[in-house]
């Protein structure tokens, strides 16, 4: 198959090409630029991407996508993917777009928490929110991506919730992510001086994955109506830790809890539950994987879950392949058997 990429210069879009490059069912992959008049070549576009052959990148242009490729990945900040799906959602060509210009349904949700115009409502409902790891099956050809911070915290609590183990009024998320989340452009809290030997919570209960991770908890499980929120900027270049803590309910017990996070991900080759330890962000990066372990507090009745990911690859670039062979019918695993960097 061919692939597109648009915003390959950016830090999710350079792993998705690093990704694609190895993808056993990828032939051919086409890079488009939103500010190119003619074709250039990519390596001086993006003198940092790994090129075994000469490759060109192209003047954006939808038609010549369509006529060129199976599928596009768009790897564009918040705002740019809303001005460039309509013609794909039209054809019903395949998109998989890694920012949240898709993933809430609701036009109003989407204005108050990203500050930005939405899409058209009817287009929004055509998108389909690609959790890889719950949702197997694409309903529609428009995948919006999920958040990172999204990834991390959904995904810890999909059997919690899902199973009506906790108090639906008690979660608490302190998540916690490496720069490299925050894509290419600087900013003051990325700072070197700033971000070294740092900690710095941001976004304090105004993080825009607030209403998409609201929105599958209260789909799986219709008594969470809210939950509490933060995130924390932490000196690590990739990773994320989700810090998760719920009030269990009465008469469900550690074993029980165990039990129903094996029977939901026993089955998915990344997402692994550590029985006996609480996993660290090093055990995951450079893979598409999601290691979770738990612990509960029988003084307190809190069950702690520590969900971890790499950011760049479950949280992006990964996840986005992931969604690409499940609604291309490749083997899930295709592209995706990565090693863990650290141990
Ligand atoms: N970094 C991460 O860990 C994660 C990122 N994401 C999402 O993925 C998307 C990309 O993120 P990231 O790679 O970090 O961001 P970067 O800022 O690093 O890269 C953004 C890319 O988009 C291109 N771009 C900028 N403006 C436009 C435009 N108007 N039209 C077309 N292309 C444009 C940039 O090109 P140029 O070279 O011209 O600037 C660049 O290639 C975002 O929506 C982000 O929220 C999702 C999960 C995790
Ligand atoms: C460290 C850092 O700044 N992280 C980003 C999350 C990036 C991401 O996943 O954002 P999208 O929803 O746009 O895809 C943030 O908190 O905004």
Redesign the pocket.
């Known amino acids: 198959m061919n692939a597109a990429i648009t915003g390959v210069t950016g830090y ?1 879009g350079m792993q998705l090409y690093a990704l694609l490059q190895e993808h056993p069912e990828v032939e051919t992959i086409n890079v488009y630029q939103h500010d190119l008049d003619d074709a250039i070549p990519l390596v001086d576009l993006n003198p940092r991407l790994n090129l075994p052959h000469p490759q060109l990148a192209y003047p954006y242009d939808s038609q010549e996508i369509m006529a060129n490729n199976d599928l596009i990945f768009l790897a564009t ?2 705002g740019v993917a809303i001005n460039l799906a309509e013609p794909f959602l039209k054809a019903h060509f395949p998109v998989i777009d ?3 210009d898709f ?1 809430l349904k609701d036009p109003a949700e989407y204005e108050k928490w990203y500050h930005l115009s939405p899409a058209k409502e009817a287009d929004l409902q055509n998108a389909y929110y690609g959790l890889a790891d719950i949702y197997e099956n694409p309903g529609a050809s428009y995948i919006a ?6 990834t991390a915290t959904l995904l810890g609590l999909a059997p919690a919730v899902m199973g009506d183990l906790i108090d639906p009024d008690s979660i608490v998320v302190d998540a916690k ?7 290419k452009s600087l ?1 003051s ?2 700072h070197f001086s700033r971000s070294n030997e740092n900690l710095q919570i ?2 304090a209960n105004q ?3 607030i209403p ?1 991770i609201l929105a599958e908890l209260s789909k799986w499980n219709p008594k969470v109506q809210h939950l509490q929120f933060m ?1 924390t ?1 932490v000196p690590i270049d990739r990773g994320i830790m989700a810090t998760i803590y719920a009030k269990v309910k009465p008469g469900i017990d550690e074993m029980a809890i165990l039990n129903y996070y094996h029977d939901l991900y026993d089955e998915d080759p990344f997402v692994q539950i550590c029985d006996d330890y609480l996993p660290d962000i090093k055990s995951v990066i450079g893979t598409n994987n999601c290691k979770i372990g738990l612990t509960f507090n029988p003084v307190t009745g809190y069950l702690t879950i520590d969900s971890v990911i790499d ?1 760049m690859l479950k ?2 670039a990964g996840q986005a392949i992931q969604n690409m062979n499940q609604l291309l019918n490749y083997p899930v695993t295709a592209g995706l058997e990565l090693t863990a960097l650290a141990f």
Do not use: D, M, Q, V
């Not at 991506?145 to 999204?150: D, F, H, K, S």
């Not at 992510?177 to 894509?183: D, I, Q």
């Open positions: 999710a900040p918040a890694l920012s949240g993933r991506n999920p958040g990172c911070y999204a992510s490496g720069l490299s989340g925050a894509g900013s809290s990325s941001y976004k993080h825009k994955h998409e995130t900027l950011n949280g992006a």
